[in-house]
Each structure stands twice: as structure tokens, then as C-alpha cells.
């Protein structure tokens, strides 16, 4: 039978994937406002920010009840302390969106400096970082945790490629420097993104990896494993 | 008379102002190294960085303990619970120190584009809130977490200063362009790492301010405030 405690933790599971969600959005609506050069989209990105920043205010809240209410040890402790740190995270990709949003509406403005190939293509890969950290969070899942730090590679890559064909616009044709430079900002962002997705996909992986040294040490009745309480 | 646990959340404050000082170590090696084109100082920052990386889990680690073994409320749980969070931002700082050394290690073997005169500005006034926000948060002083967030502005104005400036090199000289965007680079670091030290000192002044807005409910006697736990 599912306790009322069991019942709550659900409720946070589902509120930090609902997060999640948003943040993917955000980022889909700020890229996709500069790809189809469409400012109305970047100004989705506005009002998705302020969802977000309620969302991380009502969960930290309900984390800080569950720990003071419920008195959860191990495997539950972790679970909501890590909750804590990934809605801060999630709160500044969303940031980092923003950021993406106000480069784009600027260069709206101008003629387009090049096809956005490269662009749209880290986006994707940030935002399927974001979902399956999540995923790979809630699931105790430390291989899909892996396959999100392999793609940081990916994206740093694609980063590494557009800078230097943007360099080559710089040194061509000094015109092109102000929108090359908001076309390196937009990469960064998503770079940045990127990171903070690795960087919770690496608190993943530790904590289940911990888990189980743990669970040895637990084993061998007093070894000397990580203990993670 | 000192409890057991006071001592141990004694221990915790002292554990983040070492941390936070290591950051502040960090940051200055790196720009000290761009500024004396001293790529041993670059190293020292690589050094530190693996101490800030342990002191990091080492913390999270007791504040588990604290969490698990003494089930504090109110107060002690949410200090705990900012602890959590701001080892992490103390890392990513750290993280942030070490892209600017990487770039004073690539800068270094090109001649200067130009004297440093704003970016150790940047520096000392970032350094500076590192060391105030851990500060506020310790002593629970809003009004020295508020002028943390008014220096934001400054790094923010003096980023923008240098950022026309090297645009101004560029546009001029194509021969200037990697250098200027290495160095552009180093300001988006420090830049972040001011965000970070805002983002903290805004937690520590929404917690005041939570507990300001409790208090006086709880003077009114079931009045409607913010219940922070």
C-alpha cells in the first residue's frame, strides 16, 4: 500500500519533470525564435520564464516541508536534497534561454548573416539532454545518465565548429562582427545549458554509484565503502 | 551551553568560508596570471580546483549526516539546505576560474593586445562578492547580500565597457580578432561568476525576508505569511 509520504514523493517526481518540460520549451521557443526569425516566439521564452521561477519556488517549498515533516533517511534523503539542486539548475537554463531570446530578437533585426544549420541541431541535442537527465534522475538510471554527458561532447563539438566559421565571417567582412558575436552569445547559452545538463547527469551517476558502493560495504557488514547518509 | 549539533553546524560555516575563500584564490590566480603573463599561476588555479572539487562532496556529505541524523526545522534546515546549494555554486565558480586560466595560458603566448586595466577590476570587485555573499549568508546580514547584488551591475557595466572596446580592435584590425575574443571570454567568466554570487545573495535575501514575512505571522497568530518551512 502506497503510503501518504510515498504519495508526496510522486507529486515531486512529477513536478520536477513538469519543470523539466518548460525549460525544453524555452529553449525550443528561443532558438526557434531566432531560426524562423519570428520575435512573438522569443517573447514565449519571457513568459515561460516566469512559469519556471514559480515552479522552483513551490518545489523548493515542498522539499523543505518533506524534509522537516517527514524525517526521510538514505535513499529518500538524496532524493530530495538532489530535487533541490536540479530546480536551481533548471531555474538557469531557463535564464540561459532568456539569453537566447533577447540575442535573437536583435538579430531579427538585422539581414541574417547565415543558414542557422548548426544552431538549431545543439538545440535539439541541449534539449534531449534535459529531458532524459530528468528521466535518467527519476528512474535511477545511470546508463541514459552516461549517454547525457557523451552529448555534452557532441555539443561542445557543434560549438567548437560554428565559432570557427564565425571567426571566418569576422576576419572576411569586419560588417558581420556585431551579429556574428550575438551568434557566438546564442551558442554559449545552449553551450551553458549543456553544462548544467552534464553537470546533473554527473550528480546522478555519483549518487547511484554511491548507492551501490555503499550497498557493498552494507554487504560486507562494516566495510569501509562511500557512505552517501 | 554549545550543543553537539551547534558545533556541528559551526563546523559547516567554517567549512563554506574556506571553501569560498579557495574561489576567491582561484579567480585571482587566474586573472593574475593573464595580467603578469605568469602561466604558473594558471596551474596553481588548476591545483586549487581539485581542492574546491573535494572540499564540494566532503560538505555535501556532512550536510546528509546533518540532515539524516539530526532532522533539524525551521532555521537549521534551511541553512543546511543553502549549504547544499551554494557548495555547488562555489564549484561552478571554480569551474569558471579555470576557463580563465585556460585562456591567460593561450593569451600568454601571444604578444598583449592591450594593457588590463578593467578585467582585474572586474576581478577584484567579484572576488569581493564571493567573499560578502558567504558572509551575509553566515551572519544573516541582508543589507551586505543587497550590495552584493549592486555590484552585479558594476561587473555587468564593466563588461560591456570592454566588450565595445575589443569590438573596437576587432573592427579595426582582423589580426587582433582571437585574441579579443579569448579575452572576451575572460569577461563572460567573471561575468558568471558574479551571476553566481548574485543568484546566492538573492537566496540569502529571499530567506531573510521569508523569515521577516514568518515572524510577523506568527506575532499575528495564524496570520497569512510565507512559511518557509
Known amino acids: 500500500m502506497e503510503t501518504h509520504f510515498q504519495k508526496e514523493l510522486q507529486e515531486l517526481e512529477e513536478s520536477l519533470l513538469k519543470m523539466a518540460g518548460l525549460v525544453e520549451g524555452a529553449i525550443s521557443d528561443a532558438v526557434q525564435s531566432l531560426v524562423k526569425r519570428d520575435s512573438d516566439l522569443a517573447q514565449k521564452t519571457f513568459e515561460g520564464e516566469d512559469k519556471i521561477n514559480d515552479m522552483e ?3 523548493d517549498d515542498s522539499c523543505l516541508k518533506l524534509l522537516a515533516l ?23 537554463m531557463g535564464d540561459q534561454a532568456v539569453n537566447i531570446a533577447e540575442r535573437a530578437i ?17 538545440a535539439e541535442i541541449t534539449q534531449s539532454m534535459v529531458k532524459d537527465v530528468l528521466d535518467a534522475f527519476v528512474n535511477q538510471d ?3 545518465a552516461r549517454s547525457v554527458c557523451e552529448r555534452d561532447d557532441l555539443v561542445d563539438g557543434l560549438n567548437d565548429q560554428v565559432f570557427r566559421e564565425l571567426l571566418t565571417y569576422m576576419y572576411g567582412d569586419s560588417q558581420t562582427i556585431a551579429r556574428a558575436v550575438h551568434l557566438m552569445i546564442v551558442c554559449r547559452c545552449l553551450e551553458r545549458i549543456a553544462d548544467h545538463a552534464t553537470n546533473l547527469a554527473e550528480d546522478v551517476i555519483f549518487m547511484l554509484d554511491a548507492r551501490v558502493i555503499k550497498h557493498h560495504a552494507d554487504v560486507k557488514e562494516g566495510g569501509e565503502g562511500r557512505n552517501i547518509t
Chains 1, 2 share one sequence.
Open 70 to 92: 517527514r524525517h526521510p533517511v538514505a535513499t529518500d534523503l538524496r532524493f530530495i536534497t538532489s530535487a533541490m539542486k536540479i530546480i536551481t539548475d533548471l531555474e538557469r
Open 142 to 144: 545511470p546508463k541514459l
Open 106 to 122: 536583435s538579430l531579427n533585426q538585422e539581414p541574417q548573416l547565415k543558414p542557422y544549420i548548426d544552431i538549431p541541431r545543439m
Open 57 to 59: 519556488l513551490a518545489i
